[in-house]
């Protein structure tokens, strides 16, 4: 299992829906997050996108020196920017931090946010400029020269002169559940995500992404994106889920949904369409809860569980044809350590990265107390 983390550029804290608890968005904080999330063996990191969020591109670029392994999963936007300037900044990042960039074409799905960005386009519309765009991004990073003139993309004679180290380019990742979104998918993605539904809805997602590329001769990939929440009981766990959104009144979950409404986006409205309205009915199937999706958009449901149970289910969805989890969880620092700690050891082929680290576990507590390691043979004991 490849297992991905969040990097938080809208904000942080404790609680959904309230200012208490909450974290300010600044490099220290980010940076905290990216590190741990380096040290602790994750794959890599998602930064989110949007209005509401520091500038992906930026930020993930300052983080380069800061981190040593950790590859960055960045935002390419169809609509905002031409393919060749994209090309080139992709190029350039994956030049300059060493093969650690992982692309996310992100299309949108609120038409609000982008009439504000300059985007005027219908739904369908999106993703016929997004398929135009790949046509001439993927070319490009491969070093080929490209006139094309298509619906929404021109270009003459388009060139990007230093080239990318991953080869043929760095993978791409992307995310949409319309009969249109899943076309792209089979025709140009790498990876393709879906949000975290039940495995059976996940599973028909998988299966029409397959055939479609199967179509296109080709063979894609599948990763998902959901929160968790892991505790050492099972008890804590649920205890820790109702604790996040404590704050979350009836208005707050009636303003939200009136938000998600104007969203064209099909995997919104699935996501909006998993709880109620209210904090009834919340679980959704076995660990899985929606409480998130009561008041934030995007990524709506978590899992959450004792470190087996969630193995289990992070199992199950493996079974179906995942490889990639890109997890977060409220605060995300703090969290990312749990994860590491209680469930990376359940995984397969992940264990909390410690190895590089010559210092020994935990805390010695008093004055005869030794590594394991290091009692070998000695008389006495702690």
Not at 23 to 29: I, K, L, N, P, S
Not at 179 to 197: F, N, Q, R
Not at 221 to 247: Q, S, Y
Not at 286 to 299: C, D, F, H, K, Y
Request: glycine residues 10%; contains cysteine; aromatic residues 10%.
């Amino acid at each position: 299992m490849n297992v991905f983390w969040f990097i938080p550029l809208h904000g942080d804290g404790r609680y959904l829906g309230t200012t208490e608890g909450a974290r300010a968005v600044d490099y220290g904080y980010i940076r905290q997050v990216a590190q741990a999330v380096d040290r602790l063996g994750f794959e890599g990191a998602l930064l989110p996108t949007g209005k509401a969020c520091e500038d992906a591109w930026i930020a993930a670029s300052s983080l380069i020196p800061v981190t040593e392994r950790l590859k960055f999963l960045v935002a390419v936007r169809p609509g905002l920017m031409h393919p060749a300037v994209s090309a080139r900044m992709a190029s350039t990042f994956d030049r300059l931090s060493g093969g650690r960039l992982l692309v996310n074409i992100v299309t949108g799905g609120d038409p609000v946010e982008l009439a504000s960005d300059g985007v005027f386009l219908g739904h369908d519309e999106r993703y016929y400029q997004t398929g135009e765009f790949l046509d001439v991004w993927r070319k490009l990073v491969q070093g080929e020269e490209v006139t094309y003139e298509g619906d929404y993309i021109r270009t003459e004679k388009g060139k990007v002169v230093y080239l990318p180290v991953q080869k043929p380019y760095p993978p791409l990742y992307f995310g949409g559940s319309s009969p249109a979104a899943l076309g792209i998918a089979a025709e140009h993605i790498d990876v393709y995500l879906t949000w975290g539904e039940a495995p059976s809805e996940v599973a028909k997602k998988i299966e029409e992404v397959r055939a479609l590329a199967a179509d296109q001769g080709r063979t894609v990939r599948f990763g998902i994106r959901l929160h968790v929440i892991v505790r050492e009981t099972e008890e804590e766990a649920w205890a820790a889920a109702d604790n996040l959104i404590k704050h979350v009144d009836d208005k707050m979950i009636a303003d939200a949904k009136q938000v998600f409404a104007r969203y064209d986006s099909v995997g919104q409205q699935r996501m909006t369409g998993l709880n109620t309205g209210d904090k009834s009915s919340l679980v959704i199937g076995p660990n899985l809860w929606a409480g998130i999706g009561l008041v934030r958009g995007g990524a709506g449901t978590a899992l959450v569980g004792d470190p087996h149970s969630v193995a289990a289910r992070m199992q199950e969805y493996a079974d179906l044809g995942i490889d990639t989890f890109i997890l977060s969880g409220y605060p995300h620092l703090e969290e990312s350590y749990r994860v590491a700690e209680l469930l990376f050891p359940l995984l397969p082929g992940k264990k909390q990265n410690t190895a590089d680290y010559n210092a020994p576990l935990g805390e010695l507590v008093a004055y005869n107390l030794r590594p394991k390691a290091a009692n070998s043979g000695a008389n006495g004991g702690a």
